[in-house]
């Protein structure tokens, strides 16, 4: 990574840190350092004037010896470094720590009343610490009260305030002396002044205090700086060789320190490469309980979290890439259902439309022939309303729409029954059909609709194929809690390669022989729906010569206690004189039901939809009707909302009417609608006499209990 690496910007940023306080140190050093010292020096010099004064006036008073004074002032200015002093009011020295003490006393003679200063008279007292001679122009100094009075004059040895010459920095030629400095007063008072004196000849600073003392005495108090910069160097100095060493040993540092946050970093960054690639497995393993820590942990559980949501979503794909699959297959079904739908309505339709035609054009007025052609015209449209019913059916399974009704049974009588209908069938074909049962009776739970399917279908199509002997064997048997049905017919084997292809929609073996019993392909697709909804199975076994047997195993909820009731019979209801409203919009529709209704002597009483229903009840005197046939689909008001308002009229005969659907609106929901609309029963369109009859009686077997 380079110069971007985390490492190389934690030490670069460390190095700058370090470098950047070892300057601020030293800046603060340079500037602030001398500052604190020369201020803290200051306050040195005038405590110390303060506790000389207090000696000296103990010192005056007999409370303290000569020797005690000097040993304290000593104490004082010796640990200090100060140069210091003392001199009475004739010029004698009091204490003095310095060698050449006339040349301190001259210094402070001229600080004192210099006219260069202050504007004083140049005349000094004439005698020194020994009682010598003083330089005559220094003579008249010695005493203030003789100076000239027109000169300035000094207030207990302060300077003279109104002296236009009184400065703050000033320059002093001492040329006698062949001294020359510049002076800076730091403070002054009426007893004392404190000033930064440079000494161009030397080149040095030092503070200079000089002044009167309580006693009367003067004082001289010297201090140099010299010392205290060459202090602040050397600090400067040893900060700077401090500074680069800690700089090398804090960049070595940092760069040890910023492995130790990079390595675990690093193995993240890993660890997040090979997961990019869909790797999962590698995990992290550290214990730094830190935000690093915490990271790969988080890691891990990511990993983990990706892992399975990736699993999640490979599962999805798949399924997805099924679903796609599915619809595919789906479509190519679509594809070939149509094909086969209108290639099976093809043959029907053309039939109907050119005996029709014929019929109309008066091809032939031979009774016999025109019967012939009602014969065939009935007889295709019979066909085709079947094959609807069953794709219908078959829609309803395949969807999963049709639901299971459980009830129970005897599905020997059930099986007798469908034998018994076959029979008149199969005998006008010359086919004998043998019922072989070893109980007499197995009560069951299933739905009874399917299970008539399954075996109706199986007959039909063992009567269809039967041939050579002519004979169909239909068995049942127990087997645990499943029951084995087996229907054998002899004739012609279906070859090996179509027995997988016979469960397919519009799938035949023998094309020319299903287009002579009508047959299209969709009754054995019903009955493999049908099974595997139920969760049982179904057998093929065909022999050459021999013949054809279908097995379905069904597992069945068994009553083993149940107990025959003897089912009641109901008689043929007289319907004659019965009072109908028949509600239908389509006008063909609509006559063939009234004609239907008025052949079992109903009277019958017409509407176009429901909302004319509604007011037709509405206004008419209770009791008048004896049932409604209301068709579902019809404009204005359908058939279930005027099936609602009847029931909710304010009338005791509206709640109790039977209201019958007649829709081809024939599945499961479509039931379950009418029936949540206050409907009794329904009856799936092309409506016939024995439907109506059927219904009508199972409606008034209710309507008794």
């Known amino acids: 990574m380079g110069r971007h690496s985390i490492k190389v910007k934690i030490t670069l940023l460390l190095t700058v840190i370090i470098t950047s306080l070892v300057v601020l140190l030293l800046i603060l050093n340079s500037t602030l350092s001398e500052k604190f010292y020369f201020s803290d020096k200051q306050e040195c010099m005038l405590n110390t004037y303060s506790k000389i004064d207090q000696i000296m006036s103990d010192y005056d008073a007999g409370t303290v010896s000569e020797s005690q004074m000097s040993d304290s002032i000593e104490q004082l200015t010796g640990s200090a470094a100060m140069s210091v002093i003392v001199v009475n009011s004739d010029w004698t020295t009091v204490y003095s720590n310095i060698n050449g003490e006339q040349d301190m006393i ?4 001229r600080s004192i009343f ?95 205090l000089f002044g009167t003392l309580s006693n009367g005495d003067s004082i001289m108090l010297r201090m140099a700086l010299q010392g205290i910069k060459d202090n602040v160097s050397i600090s400067n100095t040893f900060i700077t060789y401090v500074g680069i060493g800690i700089l090398i040993i804090g960049v070595i540092a940092a760069y040890i320190f910023s492995s130790y946050i990079t390595k675990p970093i690093q193995q993240l960054s890993d660890i997040a490469e090979r997961m990019s690639n869909l790797d999962f497995d590698v995990k992290y393993h550290g214990k730094d309980k830190s935000e690093i820590g915490v990271l790969g942990n988080s890691m891990n559980n990511m990993s983990k979290k990706l892992e399975e949501n990736i699993s999640q979503l490979k599962s999805a794909n798949k399924e ?80 999963g729409n ?35 049962q ?64 016979i469960w397919q929609k ?12 009508g047959g299209n392909g969709i009754g054995l697709s019903i009955v493999k729906d049908i099974v595997d909804r139920m969760n049982g199975t179904i057998k093929l076994e065909s022999k050459e010569n021999v013949g054809t047997t279908f097995t379905v195993t069904i597992p069945l909820e068994i009553d083993h206690n149940a107990e025959k009731e003897q089912q009641k019979k109901v008689e043929k209801p007289d319907l004659s004189g019965k009072s109908v409203l028949l509600v239908e919009d389509n006008e063909l529709n609509l006559e063939i039901a009234k004609m239907l209704l008025e052949d079992e002597k109903m009277v019958v009483t017409t509407a176009e939809n429901g909302k004319e229903a509604v007011d037709i009840v509405s206004q008419s005197v209770p009791g008048r009707f004896d049932f409604i046939f209301m068709d579902i689909m019809m404009p204005v008001m359908d058939g279930l909302e005027a099936a609602r ?22 599945f499961q929901d479509d039931i379950r609608d009418c029936i949540d609309a206050g409907m009794n029963a329904h009856i799936a369109k092309p409506i016939d006499s024995k439907k109506i009859e059927d219904t009508l009686q199972l409606v008034l077997k209710q309507k008794m209990q």
């Open 402 to 436: 049709e639901e299971l009704v459980m009830e129970r049974f005897d599905i020997i009588e059930l099986i007798t029954s469908i034998v018994n209908a076959n029979e008149l069938r199969a005998s006008q074909k010359g086919i004998q059909i043998e019922f072989n």
């Open 438 to 501: 070893r109980d007499e009776h197995i009560d069951v739970w299933s739905d009874e609709y399917k299970i008539e399917e399954v075996v109706t279908n199986y007959i039909t199509n063992a009567i269809n194929h039967c041939d050579f002997e002519n004979r169909i064997e239909v068995s049942v048997e127990r087997i645990g809690d499943d029951v084995r049905v087996h229907v054998f017919n002899t004739g012609k084997n279906i070859p090996e390669e179509d027995i997988p292809n």
């Open 320 to 399: 997805l890439q099924r679903d796609i699959d599915r619809k595919v297959k789906m479509e190519e079904v679509r594809t070939e259902f149509l094909s086969n739908v209108s290639h099976e309505l093809k043959t029907p339709i053309a039939l109907i439309q050119g005996y029709a035609e014929g019929l109309k054009e008066g091809i032939s007025d031979d009774p016999e022939s025109m019967d012939f052609y009602c014969d065939v015209i009935i007889d295709e449209a019979g066909k085709m309303n079947n094959m609807v019913k069953k794709l219908l059916t078959l829609n309803q399974i395949e969807f």
């Open 506 to 517: 519009f799938y035949k073996v023998d094309k020319a022989r299903t287009r002579e019993y």
């Open 106 to 109: 001259n210094r402070l003679l």
């Open 114 to 208: 210099n006219k260069d200063v202050f504007g004083t008279s140049d005349s000094a007292p004439q005698q020194n610490s020994n009682n010598e001679n003083v330089p005559g122009d220094m003579q008249d100094m010695s005493n203030p009260d003789n100076n000239n009075p027109d000169k300035g004059n000094l207030d207990n040895g302060s300077p003279d305030k109104n002296n236009p010459k009184n400065k703050d920095d000033v320059s002093i030629n001492m040329s006698d002396s062949g001294i020359e400095e510049s002076r800076d007063i730091m403070t002054q008072t009426d007893l004392y002044t404190l000033q930064k004196v440079y000494d161009n000849r030397l080149g040095d600073d030092y503070y200079e």
């Open 645 to 666: 308002q009847i029931r909710t009229l304010n009338r005791k005969d509206t709640k109790e009417i039977p209201i019958i659907a007649m829709t081809a609106n024939a």
